[in-house]
């Protein structure tokens, strides 16, 4: 199995950046797909973007693409979610998650691994 943790949440204003990044340890990284969902107060848990074992396959929320960018890097075991021109309607904690079935999947319920979440708060 995979232990994952999310760092690089935060504050920012309307129209920033911010780099999430999701540590895996365990087993090796590179055979789990990899996804990024968020869940905002009072709503539920809400696909973001997911990517197969290389990184060359990708799918997005329609409300992230061309803001939002997934990758990984299996030889440091860490996975990342690029988040720019971010909104007030981003703020959400936001969690990493891993699959061991190789083909993309954009429900929480396709996913048997969690990390604990980061927060990210955009304000307007």
């Known amino acids: 199995q995979v232990q994952l943790v999310e760092s690089g949440g935060g504050l920012v204003q309307a129209g920033g950046s911010l780099r999430l990044s999701c540590a895996a340890s365990g087993r090796p990284f590179g055979t789990y797909v990899m996804g990024w969902f968020r869940q905002a107060p009072g709503k539920e848990r809400e696909f973001v973007a997911t990517?197969?074992?290389?990184?060359?396959?990708?799918d997005y929320a329609d409300s992230v693409k061309g803001r939002f960018t997934i990758s990984r890097d299996n030889a440091k075991n860490t996975g990342y979610l690029e988040m720019n021109s971010l909104k007030p309607e981003d703020t959400a904690n936001y969690y990493c998650?891993?699959?061991?079935?190789?083909?993309?999947?954009?429900?929480?319920?396709?996913?048997?691994?969690w990390g604990q979440g980061t927060q990210v708060t955009v304000s307007s």
């Open positions: 990517c197969n074992w290389s990184g060359g396959s990708t």
């Open positions: 998650a891993a699959r061991e079935i190789g083909t993309l999947s954009v429900v929480p319920a396709g996913y048997r691994y």
